[in-house]
T-cell receptor, first 112, second 116 residues
Framework: SQKIEQNSEALNIQEGKTATLTCNYT??????LQWYRQDPGRGPVFLLL?????KEKRKERLKVTFDTTLKQSLFHITASQPADSATYLC???????????FGSGTRLLVRP | DTAVSQTPKYLVTQMGNDKSIKCEQN?????MYWYKQDSKKFLKIMFS???????INETVPNRFSPKSPDKAHLNLHINSLELGDSAVYFC???????????????FGPGTRLTVL
């Protein structure tokens, strides 16, 4: 079955630096991969989606890459701010089903 | 306007009781879900309904019974609550890919269930 691993339980960086979060999967390549942000006490919020035929996607300070050879997606936040502190989850589809599989998340802390 | 709403936000109850959580979405989506997020923050799907039809039923005790009266509502009823049921339960909705969507999930605020 498909497994997802997100690197490090927590990532601690200085404000202004680029945060890079990793999402690795084990089996077949999904049609697309999604990234979500979750703040304490709230539901996850969708950030970005990247399709299997796309190498890179950007949205403001966010950038996602998708390498189907390495079975990996990288999520970058440039010029990070304390307000970016949250847990970031990657999720990928299960073939043609309606189901997304979520990683366990990486908690990001941006220090002022 | 709230896109996906859940009630109640907090639920504290005794073991053995029966409780329900309600969910409503006003996004016009076809598919709704229930997820359980445990203390380690792992988000796991429990059920999914597409146009009122159950399409995903993960390995969940049959004490959990979802009900979808229409495609905008998905409720979760839990019988004989156990300590291990304590978690945050999230409702979500999406427009599935068969109707042009991408299964992007829109989550509710969550219901924190504590079983004593």
């Amino acid at each position: 079955s498909q497994k997802i691993e997100q690197n490090s339980e927590a990532l601690n960086i200085q404000e202004g630096k680029t945060a890079t979060l990793t999402c690795n999967y084990t089996n077949y390549s999904p049609a697309y991969l999604q990234w979500y942000r979750q703040d304490p006490g709230r539901g996850p919020v969708f950030l970005l989606l990247i399709r299997e035929n796309e190498k890179e996607k950007r949205k403001e300070r966010l950038k996602v890459t998708f390498d189907t050879t390495l079975k990996q997606s990288l999520f970058h936040i440039t010029a990070s701010q304390p307000a970016d502190s949250a847990t970031y989850l990657c999720a990928l589809d299960m073939d043609s089903s309606y189901k997304l599989i979520f990683g366990s998340g990486t908690r990001l802390l941006v220090r002022p | 306007d709230t896109a996906v709403s859940q009630t109640p936000k907090y639920l504290v109850t005794q073991m053995g009781n029966d409780k329900s959580i309600k969910c409503e979405q006003n996004l016009g989506h076809d598919t709704m879900y229930w997820y359980k997020q445990d203390s380690k923050k792992f988000l796991k799907i429990m059920f999914s309904y597409n146009n009122k039809e159950l399409i995903i039923n993960e390995t969940v005790p049959n004490r959990f019974s979802p009900k979808s009266p229409d495609k905008a509502h998905l409720n979760l009823h839990i019988n004989s609550l156990e300590l291990g049921d304590s978690a945050v339960y999230f409702c979500a909705s999406s427009q599935d890919r068969t109707s042009g969507g991408t299964d992007t999930q829109y989550f509710g605020p969550g219901t924190r269930l504590t079983v004593l």
